[in-house]
Nanobody, 122 residues
């Protein structure tokens, strides 16, 4: 069983930065790729970024490309999401996700973390 635990959320002013982390345990063939999604109040969960542990390019949603950066430490089974240039509309619960391959839809996700709240004030 794969467990994902996010950390790093909080309150930040517009234009500020945060770094989210996701510590994983119990890696299996169903968790060869990791990514981040977010869900704002009253909205559907949306894809942000994902990559495979085996390497290759990172896939980003157009809405965050150039502002958010996904990175990982395989030895620690931890992935990070650096959030720069934050805007009030980035306010959401941010979720870590694991899947067999890189996916950009919630349908392909096998494991979810419980999420960490990011609030951006104007």
């Amino acid at each position: 069983q794969v467990q994902l635990v996010e950390a790093g959320g909080g309150l930040v002013q517009a234009g500020g930065s945060l770094r989210l982390s996701c510590a994983g345990s119990g890696r299996t063939s169903s968790s060869r790729a990791v990514g981040w999604f977010r869900q704002a109040p009253g909205k559907e969960r949306e894809f942000l970024a994902a990559a495979s542990w085996s390497g290759g390019s990172t896939t980003y949603a157009d809405s965050v490309k150039g502002r958010f950066t996904l990175s990982g430490d395989s030895a620690k089974s931890t992935v990070y999401l650096q959030l720069n240039g934050l805007k009030p509309e980035d306010t959401a619960v941010y979720y870590c996700a694991a899947s067999p391959t890189v996916v950009t839809s919630t349908r392909g996700v096998i494991y979810w973390g419980k999420g960490t709240l990011v609030t951006v004030s104007s």
